[in-house]
């Protein structure tokens, strides 16, 4: 069966835009910064406390009897880090200690892992740092490390263990032993024990390797840190505050997470900005505004603070090296930056509420031109944002209200970035209230995003970009079920959506697997990886296949982008596509993404089967320079006659 055939004819006039942004958010939810992004393998390696978790030993466990408990010293290992874990063997002769099971478990490879402790205490003799097995207790690797320790200081104690192999699962625990026959005091005092695998780009205290290899696969050009609720905090005295994630580990405090569980500031704001230099992502800067998830509002006549917090985070990541913030530490410094806003809602993230933006904006915009100011709200919200302020607009819906906002844009005078977007909610089960999240991004859902992203980049003169939200979900633990990754202590379970297959695969024909180490969700990836810097004009109505048309200045390609949406009947719909100035015989790469017959089919990491069909075709244009091919119903394409080419990265 086939669907009414359309022309797409196109002119080689147009808007030129610049390039439109596809990005990500990042936040601590899911367990996706300590135990996912972030890379430390070594869960509770401090003990902190917080305003919503008190210390505890989670995590602990006794080697050989030992006596495990918490320790608040008049002389800790520092403000921040006020409690630490007392060891004191039953016996006084043997090897005695402690191990710690990670998140969930560790993935043991034969490499280096590079690690750290400190000690108070009096100890004469060697400690022994060991990777093994939870299940047979068979050590992969150890290493001897020579006491330093003294009775009356805290001292650092620094290791490289490299395995000689690589262990089965990751069922696996990171211990430390000592011998009690050397302790010449009852017990040894520790703290601050962490221990990394090597890193993304080789950063000290980085990122997991096979994540941010992930992340990196779908080209993304906008990061917006540090996220929407953990930035918020509970209540007006538990935000996130920059200043406490920075500087030297042993002086970050615990910060008390919003979704269930303590947050360590190691994953902090130098590592976000090196993060964003390594993956060449432009900023979306989210800082405080005086509004929490409780309903506290700081009164305006309060704001000043925060005003200053923001403009000396500014200085920390842009400024001069003379300058107070810009002289902090080394850090990244980049030649522009854009600022997000907090809003007085959940799920809203950023610098401030359109109701303040007048003052954010003044603050900033004197000092900081050519910094885009942001409000965390949209006009859409009913809100007139200042001018030169920009909205945002975050939508968490049913793939059918992407196909119903496909226009939004199309007249909107006032900038804005989508802040947040994903599709979570099948078709007549919206509403947090009535809805329930599916349990992984699913197929029709996906291509509802990429109706919604093809809406978005034929603005992409006023939509600064789009940002899918959450971008990460460790399977072990987790409060919102719809993310662009999956994951676990093993890295075998690094799964790629069906949303990220829209937004180059590993895909393998023959079997139906995917290679998830390597992966991101497609969907993003096939957008992200065909920029249009030209949006060109087209003559042809929008539905049932929903379309951008552009041209890529720097590559000089011609690209064309689509997603069909509910053809007449289910039915295959053939599209002709002539671009006015590309000349006869001229080819193009055409990729084509299908999803099975159940469009509520989903990429799940527990098996490991790609639902989605990549296509990919050359084909010619014409005698009248027209490229001609069918696209099936829920399928995303993308044609770009310069395909093939590797995608222009920005560089700072």
């Known amino acids: 069966m086939t669907a009414s055939a359309i022309d797409i004819n196109i002119s080689s006039k147009g808007n030129n835009t610049g390039g439109f942004h596809y990005g990500l958010l990042h936040e601590d939810i899911d367990n996706s910064g300590d135990g996912g992004l972030y890379a430390e393998l070594i869960r509770n390696r401090a003990f902190q406390a917080s305003e919503g978790f008190p210390s505890s030993l989670s995590g ?18 520092s403000s921040a880090l006020s409690t630490s874990m007392k060891v004191a063997p039953a016996s006084a002769r043997g090897k005695v200690g402690f191990y710690n099971d990670g998140y969930w478990g ?12 400190w000690v108070r205490g009096d100890y004469n003799g060697h400690f022994t740092a060991s990777l093994q097995s939870n299940i047979t207790g068979e050590r992969f690797g150890t290493v001897d490390i020579e006491s330093k320790s003294r009775a009356n200081a805290w001292v650092e104690h620094d290791f490289t263990l490299t395995p000689t192999k690589n262990a089965p699962n990751s069922n696996n625990t990171f211990a430390i ?19 990394f695998p090597p890193t993304y780009k080789g950063r000290k205290n980085g990122m997991r390797r096979d994540l941010v290899d992930a992340l990196e696969g779908f080209h993304p050009t906008l990061f917006r840190l540090p996220g929407g609720n953990m930035l918020e905090g509970l209540t007006n005295t538990s935000y996130w505050n920059w200043k406490d994630s920075i500087g030297p580990l042993k002086d970050r405090p615990g910060f008390s997470g919003v979704w269930d569980y303590q947050q360590t500031n190691g994953l902090g704001l130098l590592e976000y900005l090196e993060f964003a230099e390594d993956m060449g992502m432009e900023l979306i800067l989210a800082v405080y505004a005086g509004l929490s998830l409780n309903g506290d509002v700081t009164p305006e006549d309060q704001l000043q603070r925060f005003i200053d917090d923001a403009l ?8 001069s090296s003379d300058s107070k913030w810009g002289r902090f530490e080394p850090r990244l410094v980049t030649p522009s930056l854009g600022s997000s806003n907090t809003s007085k809602s959940v799920m809203r993230t950023g610098l401030l509420v359109p109701l303040r933006a007048g003052i954010h904006i003044r603050a900033t915009d004197s000092l900081y031109p050519d910094i885009q100011v942001i409000s965390s709200g949209s006009v859409y919200d009913g809100y007139d944002i200042p001018s030169p302020g920009a909205g945002d607009y975050h939508l968490y819906t049913t793939p059918d209200t992407w196909v119903a906002e496909f226009g939004k844009f199309d007249n909107i005078k006032t900038p804005h970035v ?43 003169d006023r939509i600064i970009g789009a940002i899918y939200a959450p971008i990460l979900r460790n399977m072990n633990r987790w409060q919102w079920s719809i993310t662009m990754l999956q994951f676990a202590a093993d890295p075998a379970m690094t799964t790629r959506s069906t949303s990220w297959y829209v937004w180059e695969v590993s895909f393998n024909s023959n079997n139906n697997t995917f290679q998830r180490v390597q992966a991101t969700d497609l969907l993003l990836q096939l957008m992200a990886a065909h920029p249009i810097t030209k949006v060109l004009t087209a003559d042809a109505d929008y539905g049932p296949v929903y379309y951008v048309t552009g041209k890529n200045e720097k ?38 993404l299908t999803g099975p017959k159940d469009s509520y089919a989903v990429n ?13 075709t050359s084909i010619k244009s014409d005698e009248y320079g027209t490229f001609s091919f069918r ?15 590797k995608p222009v990265r920005r560089e700072f």
């Open 312 to 319: 000396d985070e500014i200085e920390f990541i842009r400024g």
């Open 106 to 117: 560790m993935d043991v490879k034969a490499q280096p892992y590079r690690g750290s402790f």
């Open 631 to 645: 696209l099936p119903n829920l399928s995303v394409a993308v044609l770009d006659t310069k395909a093939g080419r």
């Open 418 to 460: 989508i802040g947040e977007m994903a599709s979570t909610f099948p078709n007549g089960g919206t509403g947090w209230d009535s809805g329930v999240l599916r349990p992984f991004p699913w197929w029709q859902g996906a291509v509802g995003e990429a109706v919604a992203l093809i809406g978005y980049e034929r603005n992409a």
């Open 177 to 195: 032993t000592f011998e009690a026959a050397g302790l010449k005091s009852k017990f040894l005092d520790f703290n601050l024990i962490s221990v």
């Open 555 to 592: 590559t000089q390609g011609h690209v064309f982008k689509a997603a069909v949406y509910n053809s007449t009947d289910g039915a295959d719909v053939p599209v002709k596509l002539t671009f006015d100035d590309v000349a006869a015989g001229t080819t193009a790469e055409l990729t084509v």
């Open 604 to 616: 799940d990491p527990h098996t490991g089967v790609n639902v989605v069909k990549t296509r990919k």
């Open 60 to 77: 602990w466990y006794p080697v050989n009897g030992a006596q495990l408990s918490l320790n608040t010293l008049k002389e800790p290992l």
